[in-house]
């Protein structure tokens, strides 16, 4: 007799295995929803970023010297976050609008 081995021992093998895949696969997309929902929650409740910075030069004491937006590549690491009324006062009493991110015209409109 020449009769082929039935497969069904190595196939019901393979499906458990495909099965215990499936549900470690399962729970890592469980894992990573909520990890984003948890980092979603997190961005709302972060504050918002600074809008406008000051910088005094290496000597904080004294009036500033510059007023950037946040994020201009030429504000100084010493840069502090001010307000909207922060930043109109130092450029009323002198200090340098920067050039490269023109906060002056920014501070005029809602920006």
Do not use: Y
Request: hydrophobic share 35%.
């Amino acid at each position: 007799m020449n009769e082929r081995p039935s497969h069904l021992r190595e196939l019901l093998f393979l499906e458990a295995v495909q099965m215990r895949d499936l549900a470690r696969t399962r729970g890592w997309i469980e894992k990573e929803k909520q990890r984003q929902a948890a980092g979603s929650h997190a961005e709302r409740t972060r504050p918002s970023a600074p809008v406008w910075l000051v910088d005094r030069g290496p000597h904080q004491q004294l009036p500033p010297i510059a007023v950037h937006v946040a994020g201009c590549w030429a504000a100084s690491p010493r840069a502090q976050e001010v307000s909207r009324d922060s930043a109109r006062q130092a450029l009323s009493d002198g200090a340098e609008a920067c050039s490269a991110c023109c906060p002056d015209t920014k501070l005029d409109g809602q920006g």
